[in-house]
Nanobody, 120 residues
Framework: QVQLVESGGGLVQPGGSLRLSCAAS????????MGWYRQTPGKRRELVAD???????NYIDSVKGRFTISRDNSENTVYLQMNSLKPEDTAVYYC??????????????WGRGTQVTVSS
């Protein structure tokens, strides 16, 4: 029932920056966690970064120190600030939201994705 809409993707040169946004139709403060996945053709999706309700964050090793996940609860939006971009970061980036739906159960909602291309 929750809808997620990503924006902010595009074409950037190596070393450049992008800020992805994920706007949710519901109150993100009620979600257990939100995060960002990415996928390149021929590869499985990988979790890039996530943030729990309590504010703890996790990052895949390859983006640590370069990417930052954040949120604005008043705007129901999650962001992914991407700095020092590399060609290897090229992928479709997907926003996800996890909601508790029962004892020990979770519902995951996916956005449709936004393309990030890093190339000279």
């Amino acid at each position: 029932q929750v809808q997620l809409v990503e924006s902010g993707g595009g074409l950037v040169q190596p070393g450049g920056s992008l800020r992805l946004s994920c706007a949710a139709s519901g109150s993100i403060s009620s979600f257990y966690a939100m995060g960002w996945y990415r996928q390149t053709p021929g590869k499985r999706r990988e979790l890039v970064a996530d943030m729990t309700r309590g504010g703890s964050t996790n990052y895949i090793d390859s983006v640590k120190g370069r990417f930052t996940i954040s949120r604005d609860n008043s705007e129901n939006t999650v962001y992914l600030q991407m700095n020092s971009l590399k060609p290897e970061d090229t992928a479709v980036y997907y926003c996800i939201a996890d909601q508790e739906s029962g004892i020990g159960t979770m519902r995951r909602t996916w956005g449709r994705g936004t393309q990030v291309t890093v190339s000279s």
